[in-house]
C-alpha cells in the first residue's frame, strides 16, 4: 500500500532496536538534508547491496526489483547514479525512495541514509478512514511502543 499526503498512521519505534530494516519496509526518517521534518519512505537497498537506476527500473546487485506496490504512471525515465555501474551502500546505509517516484525527495537526491536516521517503521493506516491499512506483521504492544504520526512527505 502507498501513503498519500495528510495521512496518518501508527509507526512502531521499537521493531528497529531489534532487527535491521528489511526491503519494502515503510519507514519514517529524518533526511540528512533536513533534520526538523519527518519523511515517510520504502527501504529499496539494504546495506552493502549495489543500487542502480536506469530508465526508471531499480537494480539490486545486477538483479532487476520487482515493485508490485508501484502504479505504472509513477515509474519515471530516472537514472541513477549519473555515468556510473552503481553505488554500494556502507555497512549502515539504506537507499529510500517514495512511491510516487515522478514527486518523491529520496535518495536519488539526498543520498542513502544512515540506519540512526530511521525512527520507526509504518504499522499501520488510521486516516482517511476508508483507507485503513495495516503494513505486514503488526507487532503484539508487549514487544513494540507506538507513537501516532502525520505524514508529511508521503512515500
Not at 61 to 81: A, F
Request: charged share 25%.
Amino acid at each position: 500500500a502507498t501513503l498519500d499526503n495528510n495521512d496518518y498512521l501508527i509507526a512502531n519505534k521499537i521493531d528497529y532496536k531489534l532487527h535491521p530494516p528489511q526491503r519494502g519496509d515503510i519507514v519514517i526518517l529524518r533526511p540528512p538534508t533536513n533534520n526538523s521534518t519527518d519523511f515517510i519512505k520504502r527501504i529499496i537497498g539494504l546495506p552493502g547491496e549495489r543500487i542502480l537506476i536506469r530508465s526508471g527500473f531499480v537494480y539490486i546487485n545486477g538483479h532487476k526489483l520487482d515493485e508490485p506496490y508501484l502504479p505504472e504512471q509513477w515509474v519515471n525515465d530516472t537514472n541513477w547514479p549519473d555515468n556510473s555501474s552503481g553505488r554500494v551502500m556502507g555497512t549502515e546505509e539504506y537507499f529510500v525512495m517514495g512511491d510516487n517516484r515522478n514527486r518523491s525527495q529520496d535518495s536519488r537526491f539526498f543520498g542513502p541514509i544512515t540506519r540512526d536516521r530511521i525512527d520507526g517503521k509504518a504499522w499501520f493506516r488510521i486516516y482517511p478512514v476508508g483507507q485503513f491499512d495495516i503494513y505486514k506483521k503488526m507487532p503484539t504492544l508487549e514487544t513494540g511502543t507506538v507513537f501516532a504520526g502525520y505524514a508529511p512527505q508521503a512515500a
